[in-house]
């Protein structure tokens, strides 16, 4: 089951159907399709109305027409094509405001830091890497695989902290990196040891 | 990356897993896509049905079952063909089948409890397996926490648009011009 998806309305938790309005109430629910009960709260969230100035009633100072919607005011102009937007149109994450078309680029290139969504898991491929250099010592791959553990790990600590979360599992994939590279040079060594020896 | 950040639950199936966190305005669900993360967002002001459920989760369930199955014939088979002296090997295989056995026993005892929260335009669930103090503790903090939210942005909404009211200027009209009178037809 996914965590987080867009969903359409209510539903039973047991059979994923949208209930109707009759059925939403808090208290124990039997759902009247699959009949199985559940516990429910429901709550009434506060629609926020958007202000919207209309160009006649502005005044001479607003009388800016916003660019997308005519009959509008402009409120602001977007930070980076200067566009006249009304307040449906402005995007304002907390750097600056933007117009739509430009929210929709900036968001694609990723570089409006608030409104990333999705981001590598640099403590997973941590492990990753840490885990095929130890399968893969005998191919002499623990040198390179330990080193990228190593870096994924101390990438992973600096995201975890940045988030406030411990860094202790990233440091461990660091220190276990370190080991697996060292684990390297000495199976080398004993190999190159080997030879020699053999040799003689 | 979002500050006070406060792990409240996880969901993990089959094909995902992901982490809710709380943060100061809704929760944040983690989705893990093999060395990616998708983070969402359920904000409390959004929030509109929360529900607490208790399920088996039939599919576990088969699974579990039939890899405890196997196990336990396997181990009967070896008893049976060998007799009672393979009573060793019996239970070496049924200690390889015990994490399947466990799983299934222990799903079938407690079951599994689902906190599933609506927001108008994504969900996010919680499972809790054995925990079952914790998931109603969850749920009632999660309740509290979203009527609390939506009483202070009511109130604050309503102060906002209180301050905004416009002011409706009364003014009068100006007076109207003295009638003409009508004129005749010309002569």
Redesign the interface.
Known sequence: ???????T???C??CDIPLTQDW?RTGTIVCPYCS???????????E??Q?VIEVATAGPEGANQCANHVRNAAVTSCQRCGLLICSLCEMNLGEGSLCPSCFDRVRAEGTLRTAV?????YT??GR?TLIAGIVFTFFFLSIPLGAMAMYYGRKGAL?RR????SAFGPYTIVVLGLLEIFGGLAFIGFIIWSVTQAGK | ?????KLIGR?S?LF?R?A?WQVPDGLE?E??DQ??????Q?LF?????????R?FGVGYLVATGLISLFFVGIAMLVIGIGGADEWVAALVILGIGMPAILSFLLRLLFRLD?I?I?????????RFRLRKQRARQV?AQI?AT??NA?TH??RA?EAE?AA?APTILIEELPPMPPEEPELGPSP
């Open positions: 089951m996914t965590a987080a998806a867009t969903i309305g209510p539903q938790p047991h939403i199985r009960g559940f516990d429910a709260t429901v709550f009434h969230p506060v926020r109305k202000r969504t999705r981001y590598r898991d997973a491929l990753l995201q940045a988030e406030g979360s | 990356m979002t500050g006070e950040r969901s199936s995902s992901d809710v669900v989705t893990s060395y990616d993360i998708t983070r969402r359920v002001q959004d929030i509109f049905f929360v529900t607490h459920h399920m689902v599933t609506y927001g108008k335009r994504s969900k996010a669930s919680i749920y309740c979203v009527r939506q942005m009511a909404i648009e905004q």
